[in-house]
């Protein structure tokens, strides 16, 4: 088939996208405003389009409504098959027509999802569904998935928060599923956007508002998120010297899994540093315990905290039969708070977790510890506590439980001390911290 060279360069974000979404079937991408999600759906709709072949290749994109894609993607794909030979284009019906791999013709049409009667019947090699979070719930299960069925197609479901809705979900599932991809992209990542902009952005704009549209906070439309996603994200990306955290204890918090779906889930802290978190599902407790003494020993840690709640008092007694009685605690999360703030344990551990990210602490860039730090809601009770919601109430959201996220605020469960603290190294701290950090709790 002979070339023809496309009017499209790629930004290096776009570019990202492209090779993540040719590597696996589904995608869903939640990326911020102007990044160029449009043009980039488009050209990766005219590739796989122009490359496929499967007889009688057929492709859509859909938006929420059908005066929108026609409004923000049609002059797109006009644009960027002009070049390709024999191009058939349907103004009334939004379709642009051209030669393909295999040796027929190749369809690609704009659809509007207020009119999913259009999508039935239909069959797809490749789907992009643009805004999703304009678009009702049953859209992808019921209407589009069975189009891809018979030809294996592929879907792309890519836009910008609207608050915890088809998109949210969708990603959430694809954070947990090995085959699907899951990218998040906020402006402070993409380079796409100059300082300036931003400023702009910031003045005409509620803090809301840029939160959701530009820094891809899922959680920006409520006010009761108790970590925001921007705080999770630069923790992530913040790498400490082992100055400021090698003279700190080294504390490990173990969360239990209870639920089929659930982890159970090892997380090593010294100071500001992550170590290293381990995930395990399927163990049964012994197995579990002997992976949570390795840890103890590997790290030399001076003190372990495992949720007892549920199964958790199985793994304690396993451990204590190992002889680590002297390095271990059972940690209540249901216990009362040392700080009258809060209502239990839970709620102390996780706002100890907030602060500690706040002030400097790392983490993994693992998205799915970050998307579980920025969904756990909070409230007041009548007696003006913070209390967290319930895992059992985040299932109902359709959020797993946040395993990654509880094991690390339960090495914040009680202050602890280095039995081996070194008083010449006390001063040593990073020049961007205030004071040195607090060689008791390392934190």
């Known amino acids: 088939m002979p070339t023809y060279k496309i009017p499209y360069k790629p930004r290096p974000i776009q570019q990202v996208l492209h090779t993540a979404m040719d590597g696996y079937r589904f995608s869903v991408i939640v990326a911020h405003r102007r990044l160029g999600k449009t043009v980039c759906m488009i050209n990766q709709l005219i590739k796989a389009a122009t490359l496929c072949k499967k007889p009688r290749p057929r492709y859509s994109y859909i938006a929420p409504y059908y005066a929108q894609a026609k409004t923000i993607a049609w002059d797109y794909l006009k644009h960027y098959t002009q070049p390709l030979p024999n191009v058939k284009r349907n ?15 190749a369809r690609i049409r704009l659809f509007g999802a207020e009119n999913p009667d259009a999508l039935r019947g239909q069959y797809y090699d490749g789907c992009v569904m643009d805004e999703v979070a304009q678009m009702k719930p049953n859209i992808w299960g019921e209407i589009v998935m069975p189009c891809l069925v018979d030809r294996k197609g592929w879907a792309v479901f890519i836009g910008t928060p609207s608050g915890m809705e088809l998109l949210f979900k969708l990603y959430n599932d694809a954070l947990k599923d090995p085959d699907w991809f899951a990218g998040l992209y906020p402006v402070t990542e993409t380079g796409v956007l100059s300082e300036d902009d931003l400023k702009q952005a910031r003045k005409t704009m509620s803090d809301a508002q840029y939160r959701q549209e530009f820094l891809v906070d899922f959680s920006a439309s409520s006010e009761f998120i108790l970590i925001p996603l921007d705080v999770a994200i630069k923790a992530s990306k913040r790498k400490n010297l082992p100055h400021t955290y090698s003279w700190a204890p080294v504390v490990i918090g173990v969360d239990v899994a209870r639920f089929g779906d659930d982890q159970s889930v090892i ?33 030399n840690a001076v003190m372990t905290f495992i949720d007892v709640v549920g ?28 700080n009258p703030r809060y209502k239990n344990k839970r709620a102390e551990m996780w706002s100890l977790m907030k602060e500690w990210l706040e002030e400097g602490g790392d983490i993994p860039d693992d998205p799915i510890l970050i998307s579980q730090l920025s969904s756990v809601e909070y409230k007041y009770d009548p007696t003006d506590r913070l209390l967290l919601e319930k895992k059992e109430d985040m299932k109902k959201r359709g959020l797993s439980s946040p395993d990654l996220a509880d094991s690390l605020s339960l090495s914040f469960f009680m202050p602890v001390m280095q039995t081996d603290w070194d008083e010449d190294n006390a001063g040593y701290y990073d020049d961007a911290q205030t004071s040195a950090p607090n060689p008791m709790t390392g934190y």
């Open 91 to 105: 103004e009334s019906e939004l379709w642009v027509e051209f030669p393909s791999n295999s040796g027929g013709n």
């Open 267 to 299: 997380y090593v802290r010294q100071g500001n540093h992550t170590i290293e978190i381990k995930k395990y599902q399927n163990l049964n407790l012994m197995e579990f315990a002997d992976y949570v003494a390795a840890s103890i020993q590997r790290h």
């Open 311 to 338: 199964l958790g008092a199985g793994v304690v007694d396993r451990l204590v039969s190992l002889g680590f009685q002297d390095r271990i605690i059972g940690a209540n999360a249901g216990f009362s708070a040392d």
